[in-house]
């Protein structure tokens, strides 16, 4: 069982950065590849970022891709977004999840965190 608890999320204006963090319980986080995923009213949640299990490897949403980094620190079961060149799209509540399998899609993460809201302003 793993729990996540996410935080760091807020207000910002447009061309702003933010970062988010999620701390993860248990001994395994490193067991655990990790994303972030993202929901905005009235849409379907969807992929921003993943991390592999040695924070090797990194993958990004186009529309993310080169304003959001992805990492995580695996002695402090922890893993960030941050968050650069904010637009008003990326308003969200946005999730970390985590995923002892393969795969990016929702459905192959077992465990999700309740959800950060950010907000960016125009």
């Known amino acids: 069982q793993v729990q996540l608890v996410e935080s760091g999320g807020g207000l910002v204006q447009a061309g702003g950065s933010l970062s988010l963090s999620c701390a993860a319980s248990?001994?395994?986080?490193?067991?655990?590849?990790m994303g972030w995923f993202r929901q905005a009213p009235g849409k379907e949640r969807e992929f921003v970022a993943h991390?592999?299990?040695?924070?090797?490897?990194?993958y990004y949403a186009d529309s993310v891709k080169g304003r959001f980094t992805i990492s995580r620190d695996n002695a402090k079961n922890t893993v960030y977004l941050q968050m650069s060149r904010l637009k008003p799209e990326d308003t969200a509540v946005y999730y970390c999840?985590?995923?002892?399998?393969?795969?990016?899609?929702?459905?192959?993460?077992?465990?999700w965190g309740q959800g950060t809201q950010v907000t960016v302003s125009s």
């Open positions: 991390i592999s299990r040695s924070g090797g490897s990194t």
């Open positions: 248990g001994r395994t986080f490193s067991r655990y590849g």
């Open positions: 999840a985590a995923n002892g399998g393969w795969g990016m899609q929702p459905v192959n993460y077992e465990y």
